[in-house]
C-alpha cells in the first residue's frame, strides 16, 4: 500500500539498529588501520614548558607521539578562529589536547599515554565567575589576532568573548516612574548530551586530499574544520558519515576529526581515534552555564512598562559556535509577552578556564524562557492576580514584534494553544485536584527551525525503487529515516521500504545544513519534496506513453503507474524507470531548499550575529509536581504539550520527540548537572555520577498538536525536534514554585534545593 503523509511509518534504519547490523562511527574499521590516543592536558590552566615523549615513543607498538610542532601554523573555529589542535605554550581547560600517540593497536596507543611527560606551571584556573568580573587574567592574550571565520566581526576584549548591546532610550525613565519593580537572577548549569556512542573518526591522507569517516550531526561543518586546522582547501577534505550514536548537538562540530587528520598528515598511516566515556564528558561541547538577572518595571495596573536583561553565558575555553547563541535572548526575553516599553538587554560571552561549550538540543532556550516564565509568576504574585489570566493578558497576537524587530505573523497561534490546553486540562480545575504538596505550573514560548540549506538528489532504480542522495541525516530522530522517507514515497506512489538514503558523502551530496533546529523534515524535507516532483513528472510522462493515455490521466500508486478510473490499464514503475533509464537517461532530479531571509531591525543591537527566528512555532506547557518535603525529591505526576508542528509527517516519529524532548527536559531540571568547581574542573566526571532520569521519573506525555503547515515548506513542515524540550523547565520550576510557595532560581533543582528553600535557608549545592 501507498505511503501516505500524516499516517505511520516504520523506519528505513530500524531492522539494522535493532539487529545491530548498523555501522556507528566507532564501528568503522580499515585494513592496516593504526590507533590514535590523545594526551590532554591534566590541570584547567597553566603555561607548558616541555613534552617529554621519549619513553612513550620507544614502547611497544608506537608508531609515532605528534605534538604542536607537528601541526601546520593555523587556528580554527566555527565563528572566531581562536583554537588550535593541539596546545601551543599554554593549555586552557583540563583535558585540552596536548599531544598525539599514534600506535598499533588501541591498546597500545593508551598504555602510551601515561609514558608522555607534560612539564607545565600550573595557574589558577577561571570560572564564570571569577571572568564577569572582568579584573581576571585574561586567557587569550592574542585575543585580537583571532579572525573571524565568516569575515564579521562581533564586539569582544579580554576575556569577553561576545557582547550583545541593545540600550533603547527611556529605560531608566520606565524605572523612575514604576508603581512596583520586580526583579529575580536565576542560574543554570551545564547540562551533558549523554549519548551511547562517545565521538570517533578515522581519516587518512593520500594524494594531497584527507578522507574522515565520522559519526557528525554536521558533515559539511567537520569539512570546514579540518580545512581550517590542516590550512587546505575544504575540497580538500571528504567527509563520509556512519550512523550517529546520539548527539543532541555534541557532534556538530569538530572535535576528534582535526586530531585524526593531524595524525593521518604526520604519519602517513590510516588513523581512528575513539574517546573514552571520561574523555567525552570531560572534553564535551555541553549545554553552557548562565547567569541571568531580570528586571520589570510595572506601572498601577500591572502593565510591563520596561525591562531590564542581563546574562552572563559561559565560553569555556574556546567559541566554537556559541558568538551566536550570545544573541538569543534578544528574542527569547521580551518575545511572548508583550513589554509595553523599552528593554535593555545585555549578555556576554565568557572564555573560561573550562571545556568549550555548545549546541545542545533547543540551546540557550530551556533556561531563559525558564527564567521569563520564573519571573512572570513573581510578578503575577506580587499584584496578587491569577498566573495564567496574567500571561493571556500580556500574550502577544498576530503581528507583534520581537525587540529584533521580527515581526511574528502567526503568533496569536499561542492564545490557540492556551486554549487547547484549557479544553484538555481546565486551569481550575487543575487547581482544584492538587493533593498537598502538589503545583502546577505554566509556560509558553516560540522556537525556530534552522533555516540552514540542504539539497537532495533523488535517482529511481531500475527495479522500480527509489534512492535518495543528501548530506542530511538524523541523530535517531527519525527525520531521514521517516520524515524525508515518507515525503518521497508518498509523492512517488511507491510502498514502504521502496526508498532509500545514502549515508552522507560530501564529494558526493551537495551542502546540508546539519543535523540541528529541527530542520531536516522542514527545510531537506522541502528540497526532496520538489526533487521528487520532478521525478513524478519525468515516470509520468513516460508511463503515459507506455499507456498510450493521456499524462493527466497518470496517477502513480502502490508501485504501479495507472490510468484513472481503468484499474486494467497499468504497468509497473519499475518497467516505467527501466524504459526511462535505456531510452532518454536515468530519471534523476536535484532540488535545493533554504529559507527566505526574515526582515529584521539592523540597529537592534550591537554585536548580534543571531537575529531572527526562522519558520517559529508557538508552544505551551503545563506540569504537575509533588514534592516530598522530607527528602525534596520532586516527581513529576502530569505533563501536557501542546505543540504547534506545522504538518505533522509521521504521526509516531512526532509523539517520539515531543516523548523524548519532555524527558532530557525533566533530567534537565531535576537531575542533571555538569557542575564547574571554584578549581575550574568538572565535579561530575562518570555516568555513575552524573544523575540521568530513569523511566520511572519520566510521566506519559499527553500531547495536542496543533497544524498549521507553513506555505513556503513541502507539505507545511515546521520544526518539531527541538520545542519539546524548550519549556520543560519553565513549567516544572513554575510548579515546584507553587508547591513550595518558594521562589525558585537555579536548574537543576535538586533535593537539597528544595530543603533548604522549605526551611528558609540557602543551598550549598
Excluded at 575544504?234 to 562540530?253: N, W
Aim: glycine fraction near 10%; hydrophobic fraction near 40%.
Amino acid at each position: 500500500m501507498s505511503v501516505t503523509i500524516g499516517a505511520k511509518m516504520n523506519r528505513t534504519d530500524g531492522v539494522a539498529k535493532v539487529t545491530g547490523s548498523a555501522e556507528y562511527g566507532v564501528d568503522h574499521v580499515e585494513v592496516g588501520m593504526a590507533h590514535g590516543a590523545v594526551v590532554r592536558s591534566p590541570v584547567p590552566a597553566g603555561r607548558l614548558l616541555g613534552i617529554d615523549a621519549d619513553e612513550a615513543r620507544a614502547m611497544p607498538g608506537v608508531i609515532a607521539v605528534i605534538t604542536a610542532a607537528d601541526q601546520p601554523d593555523t587556528h580554527g573555529g566555527w565563528v572566531l578562529q581562536d583554537q588550535r589542535i593541539l596546545a601551543v605554550d599554554q593549555v586552557r581547560y583540563e583535558g585540552e589536547p596536548v599531544a598525539i600517540v599514534v600506535a598499533e593497536s588501541r591498546a597500545a596507543a593508551r598504555a602510551a599515554l601515561d609514558a608522555v611527560r607534560l612539564d607545565i606551571e600550573e595557574w589558577e584556573g577561571i570560572t564564570l565567575e571569577q571572568a564577569a568580573k572582568g579584573d581576571a587574567r585574561v586567557i587569550h592574550p592574542d585575543w585580537e589576532s583571532y579572525v573571524p571565520t565568516f569575515g564579521v566581526d562581533h564586539p569582544r576584549s579580554g576575556n569577553c568573548a561576545c557582547e550583545v548591546r541593545a540600550e533603547p532610550e527611556g529605560v531608566d525613565d520606565a524605572f523612575a516612574r514604576a508603581a512596583h519593580i520586580v526583579e529575580g537572577t536565576y542560574t543554570a548549569n551545564r547540562q551533558y548530551q549523554a549519548y551511547l556512542e562517545p565521538k570517533s573518526a578515522t581519516a587518512s591522507y593520500q594524494h594531497g586530499r584527507y578522507v574522515i569517516t565520522t559519526a557528525s550531526q554536521f558533515p559539511f561543518n567537520v569539512r570546514d574544520r579540518v580545512a581550517q586546522f590542516m590550512g587546505v582547501r575544504p575540497s580538500d577534505v571528504r567527509v563520509v558519515g556512519k550512523t550517529i550514536g546520539g548527539g543532541f548537538g555534541a557532534k556538530l562540530d569538530g572535535w576528534v576529526e582535526p586530531l585524526a587528520a593531524l595524525a593521518a598528515k604526520v604519519t602517513g598511516r590510516t588513523v581512528s581515534i575513539r574517546t573514552s566515556r571520561a574523555e567525552d564528558m570531560l572534553t564535551c561541547p555541553a549545554r553552557e552555564n548562565a547567569t541571568m538577572t531580570i528586571r520589570t518595571a510595572l506601572d498601577a495596573e500591572g502593565r510591563m512598562i520596561g525591562r531590564e536583561f542581563l546574562c552572563e553565558m559561559d565560553n569555556g575555553a574556546y567559541s566554537g559556535e556559541m558568538p551566536w547563541l550570545a544573541s538569543l535572548p534578544l528574542s527569547v526575553i521580551g518575545s511572548v509577552y508583550k513589554v509595553h516599553g523599552p528593554m535593555r538587554t545585555i549578555c556576554r560571552l565568557w572564555y573560561t578556564n573550562t571545556p568549550p561549550t555548545g549546541a545542545f538540543r533547543a540551546v540557550g532556550g530551556v533556561y531563559l524562557y525558564m527564567a521569563q516564565e520564573q519571573h512572570m509568576d513573581e510578578i503575577a504574585d506580587l499584584l496578587g492576580v491569577d498566573r495564567r489570566e496574567y500571561r493571556l493578558r500580556h500574550l502577544f497576537a498576530d503581528g507583534d514584534t520581537s525587540r529584533t524587530g521580527q515581526v511574528f505573523e502567526e503568533a496569536g497561534i499561542l492564545r490557540e494553544a492556551f486554549d487547547k490546553l484549557e479544553e484538555h486540562a481546565p486551569w481550575q480545575e487543575v487547581l482544584d485536584g492538587l493533593k498537598p504538596n502538589q503545583g502546577v505550573g505554566i509556560a509558553a514560548g516560540v522556537w525556530m527551525t534552522n533555516p540552514m540549506p540542504g539539497e537532495v538528489t533523488i535517482k529511481m532504480s531500475e527495479d522500480g525503487t527509489a534512492s535518495i542522495v543528501t548530506a542530511a541525516n538524523d541523530n535517531g530522530s527519525g527525520a531521514v529515516s521517516m520524515g524525508l522517507t515518507q515525503i518521497v514515497a508518498s509523492t512517488l506512489g511507491l510502498n514502504e521500504g521502496d526508498v532509500r538514503a545514502s549515508m552522507p558523502d560530501t564529494d558526493v551530496s551537495g551542502y546540508d545544513g546539519g543535523s540541528q533546529g529541527g530542520r531536516t523534515t522542514a527545510i531537506v524535507g522541502t528540497a526532496a519534496l520538489e526533487a521528487s516532483l520532478q521525478v513524478r513528472q519525468r515516470l509520468v510522462d513516460i508511463a503515459a506513453g507506455l499507456l498510450e493515455a493521456n499524462p493527466d490521466d497518470i496517477e502513480l500508486v502502490d508501485g504501479q503507474a495507472k490510468v484513472k478510473g481503468t484499474p486494467s490499464s497499468a504497468v509497473p514503475l519499475a518497467a516505467v524507470a527501466a524504459t526511462g533509464t535505456f531510452t532518454s537517461g536515468s530519471i534523476t532530479a536535484t532540488s535545493s531548499y533554504a529559507s527566505p531571509p526574515i526582515p529584521f531591525d539592523p540597529g537592534c543591537a550591537s554585536g548580534a550575529l543571531f537575529t531572527t527566528m526562522s519558520t517559529p512555532t508557538y508552544h505551551v506547557h503545563l506540569a504537575v509536581v509533588e514534592v516530598d518535603e522530607v527528602t525534596g525529591n520532586v516527581d513529576v505526576v502530569r505533563y501536557v504539550v501542546v505543540q504547534e508542528a506545522g504538518k505533522v509527517i509521521n504521526p509516531v516519529g512526532a509523539r517520539g520527540q515531543v516523548q523524548g524532548g519532555v524527558a532530557q527536559g525533566i533530567g534537565y531540571t531535576l537531575y542533571e548537572s555538569l557542575r564547574i568547581g571554584d578549581d575550574a574542573r568538572l565535579v561530575e566526571r562518570s555516568l555513575e555520577s552524573y544523575r540521568l532520569p530513569l523511566a520511572v521519573d519520566i510521566p506519559e506525555v499527553e500531547m495536542i498538536f496543533l497544524e498549521h503547515p507553513d506555505p513556503k515548506t513541502g507539505h507545511g513542515a515546521k520544526g518539531l525536534g527541538e520545542a519539546p524540550l524548550v519549556l520543560t523547565a519553565a513549567a516544572i520550576s513554575t510548579a515546584v514554585r507553587h508547591a513550595t510557595g518558594k521562589s525558585v532560581s537555579a536548574v537543576p533543582i535538586t533535593p537539597e534545593d528544595v530543603v533548604f528553600a522549605l526551611a528558609g535557608e540557602e543551598s550549598t549545592s
